[in-house]
């Protein structure tokens, strides 16, 4: 049950419903999720082994905060982990396998032209996980989850302009290139360049935020 627990509270760390910094406060987390105290607070140390959450003595655990550094230190490394992946992906992907990423790709794009974001994002992450999946590499697959899950968030926050959109766009049609080519070091090299250039669009608009 405590896995459960703990990626209830992954999720809700991921959406920003607990943001940063805030106090987990046992009780109040115990009747919202309907269990005791004690598969929370082993749901607690499970996201405190992942960096998510910070245990303090006498203070009990809060969300753990992340500078603007580390966040784009966690772009860079990412990135590293998608192009390794994509590398790994391309060769073994399966025609059916394929036709998913296709039709993920298709429907991230109507959502898209109606300037739905919220699907966008989802369809876009689907693509990305789908990579992982068939990569087949647990190490790097749990990896990249843990550190995905604490800047998540900065990609339904940080307004991206209309060329960064195209961007985005072009480099996830060439993904699909590369995918159907089974063409491993061209496809770690674009999901390389992918992941760098959102570090781009996150440190902008970090920088826009603290200058206001």
């Keep these: 049950m405590h896995l459960e627990v703990a990626d209830r509270l992954r999720e809700m760390i991921e959406r920003g419903e607990l943001i940063p910094g805030s106090k987990l406060i046992e009780k109040d987390l115990c009747q919202s999720f309907g269990v005791s105290r004690t598969p929370m607070r082993e749901a607690i140390r499970v996201l405190a082994a992942d960096g998510l959450v910070v245990l303090t003595p006498n203070r009990g655990a809060s969300v753990a905060t992340i500078t603007e550094a580390q966040i784009l230190d966690s772009f860079l490394v990412i990135g590293a982990?998608?192009?390794?992946?994509?590398?790994?992906?391309?060769?073994?992907?399966?025609?059916?396998?394929?036709?998913?990423?296709?039709?993920?790709?298709?429907?991230?794009?109507?959502c898209r032209a109606a300037d739905d974001?919220?699907?966008?994002?989802?369809?876009n992450r689907q693509i990305h996980d789908a990579i992982f999946d068939i990569a087949d590499n647990a190490?790097?697959?749990?990896?990249?989850?843990?550190?995905?899950?604490?800047?998540?968030?900065?990609?339904?926050?940080?307004?991206?302009?209309?060329?960064?959109?195209?961007?985005?766009?072009?480099?996830?049609?060439?993904?699909l290139v590369a995918l159907e080519a089974r063409n491993g070091p061209q496809l770690?090299?674009?999901?390389?360049?992918?992941?760098?250039?959102k570090r781009i669009q996150v440190a902008r608009w970090l920088q826009r935020q603290s200058s206001i």
Excluded: C, N
């Design 81 to 110: 982990m998608e192009g390794l992946a994509g590398e790994l992906a391309a060769p073994r992907i399966t025609d059916a396998q394929l036709d998913d990423i296709r039709a993920m790709h298709s429907a991230m794009l109507e």
């Design 117 to 123: 974001l919220d699907g966008y994002y989802v369809y």
């Design 139 to 175: 190490l790097l697959k749990e990896t990249r989850r843990i550190i995905f899950t604490r800047i998540i968030k900065l990609r339904f926050i940080a307004r991206i302009a209309e060329d960064e959109w195209q961007i985005a766009i072009k480099e996830h049609e060439e993904m």
């Design 188 to 197: 770690g090299a674009i999901l390389r360049r992918h992941l760098e250039s």
